[in-house]
């Protein structure tokens, strides 16, 4: 194929892997509701990239050429999905180490009734923060604070958006979130420097919601009980040893991010220290993980340290006794360095839960290591197989072209994104794939027009990650009216946080503030064109 039988493509051609991409995941989320995250989404990714692959083709593009687009698009979001790994391991020791738990713990002390839909946006944001996920929040911690608040008589609407608008904050601002990493994976940026420049506009929006609701707070005070919060912070109370010392933790981490030290060492030094610290506050924890997962068909130790169950053949043909059996556990409990290293190897590779007896209260204490992290990062390297065809084939730049046209100024550029993932997760009901479609589409754009990255995975998280609760037939509206037992509808009105963040970032660019450029790291107010 010679380079003058190569053509662009028209807008419609560019438009159809897109419309087939929407039609195909809103009938997929219909038909697989949130299952449609552990694979069936991936798989309507690739069909799309089959779709354009044929429009390319079409239009003279070689597959070499497209196979080169693909591989240079995966190598791009290689750095974040290592740091999404590392994540996954970080959350896992953190959650063993009692650091998550201790967040959790003195979290639920700030609750006061009578400022309960402040303490309760403020509670929500700070588990989220410490979990990365405003769902496994809004399910647990969330559940409670609604009851509280529903015993308060507070209307029920507006404590499903104070726990709504908190927990996205949390999920936001953590490098723990999904989201919070696949948005600078998809513009070009790295995780800190996203979350960092975030906060311009995400710090600003969670005041505005708190002083909101600290005023209808007040306005609708009354007294009540307390007992849920008392009885989650028991239950943690007996699974962990809960102090103050495990904040060093964290702030080591947050010490290394803000002398810049980069993501990756940052994470894994937060990773082995949260792997330490589980060994030293924990030991009992540590011990009854550890005999708990040998005796697990899952986790077979070499050198006879299996600890078997009641029951099962041994090698001469006889079987274990109860008896036998309580004698190797006893034993097993006693060699701690074996069950330290095997409780933390799974931590941080694997699923790993701490059971209390309150299902709600679990749910809050399990992760899935590195593991949990596999649906995300398939994910993302199905984006960006679509994402590397589109690109090879010029179909991105003709789609953008065509909305650029009417985006003249900054402030035009970022509100076409910002109502670009409005439009995904109202049309694809998939949080995801609001931050995804978009980010490959203006990536370039904004490289462009002289725009650093986080412009774009700020305007991406600020609109696309927050909104897609707010949408009922969204795979995040839905699960959370249906946790929560409060319709979207209801809710919806009163996630302030969630409606202010994407006016928020609009009118921050609308201003000019700290519009941050290429190749500097300072804001270039009067070059940008407002």
């Not at 807008?11 to 897109?18: H, N, R, T």
């Not at 507070?154 to 908190?166: K, Q, T």
Request: hydrophobic share 50%; net charge negative.
């Amino acid at each position: 194929m010679t380079q003058s039988s190569v053509r662009k493509p028209h807008l419609w051609e560019a438009l159809l892997p897109m419309l087939f991409l929407i039609l195909a995941l809103s009938a997929n989320v219909y038909i697989f509701g949130d299952n449609s995250l552990s694979g069936s989404n991936q798989i309507i990714l690739l069909l799309a990239a089959a779709v354009a692959a044929l429009v390319a083709g079409r239009m003279g593009i070689t597959w070499s050429t497209m196979l080169r687009g693909i591989v240079k698009s995966i190598s791009s979001a290689m750095g974040s999905i290592l740091i999404l790994l590392l994540i996954g391991s970080l959350a896992g020791t953190w959650l063993i180490s009692g650091i998550v738990p201790a967040m959790i713990y003195y979290g639920l002390d700030i609750l006061n009734p009578t400022i309960f839909l402040f303490a309760a946006c403020v509670v929500s944001a700070i588990v989220s923060l410490a979990t990365g996920s405003s769902w496994t929040t809004i399910a647990t911690v969330g559940v409670a604070l609604l009851g509280i608040g529903q015993a308060l008589g507070i209307s029920e609407g507006l404590i499903g958006g104070a726990i709504i608008s908190g927990a996205y904050f949390g999920d936001k601002m953590s490098p723990l979130s999904d989201t919070t990493n696949l948005a600078p994976a998809m513009a070009g940026t790295d995780l800190f420097t996203h979350i960092r420049y975030m906060s311009i506009t995400t710090v600003p929006s969670i005041i505005i919601t708190l002083i909101i609701f600290l005023i209808l707070g007040f306005l609708g005070q009354g007294e009540g009980s307390v007992e849920r919060t008392e009885q989650i912070q028991s239950l943690i109370g007996q699974k962990f040893n809960i102090t103050g010392w495990l904040f060093l933790v964290p702030v080591v981490v947050i010490v290394l991010i803000i002398r810049k030290v980069a993501a990756i060492p940052a994470l894994l030094v937060g990773t082995l220290l949260g792997g330490i610290f589980a060994i030293i506050f924990q030991p009992n924890l540590m011990r009854d993980l550890g005999v708990e997962m040998r005796a697990a068909d899952a986790y077979v130790v070499a050198g006879g340290f299996t600890v078997p169950t009641e029951g099962s053949a041994k090698d001469d043909g006889t079987y274990y006794s109860a008896g036998e059996v309580a004698a190797m556990q006893t034993e097993a409990r006693s060699d701690f360095g074996l069950n330290s290293f095997i409780t933390t190897m799974v931590a941080m590779y694997g699923d790993i839960s701490v059971s209390t007896g309150d299902d709600d209260v679990d749910g809050l204490l399990s992760t899935g290591g590195m593991y949990g992290m596999l649906n995300t990062i398939w994910l993302i390297l199905c984006a960006m197989v679509l994402g590397g065809v589109l690109e090879s084939a010029g179909m991105l730049h003709r789609i953008t072209d065509a909305v650029i046209k009417r985006a003249k100024s900054t402030t035009g550029l970022i509100g076409s994104t910002a109502g670009t993932c409005v439009f995904f997760n109202v049309t694809a009901s998939d949080q995801y794939l609001s931050i995804v479609v978009p980010g490959r589409m203006y990536a370039d754009t904004y490289k462009d027009r002289g725009l650093a990255p986080e412009n774009l995975s700020r305007t991406l998280e600020d609109s696309g990650t927050v909104t897609s609760v707010l949408v009922p037939w969204n795979t995040c509206g839905a699960t959370q009216a249906s946790v929560l037992g409060v319709a979207t509808l209801v809710y919806a009105p009163y996630c302030f946080f969630n409606i202010i963040s994407p006016i928020m970032t609009v009118a921050i660019a609308a201003i000019r503030f700290r519009i941050r450029k290429l190749n500097t790291t300072e804001s270039v107010e009067d070059s940008v064109t407002a």
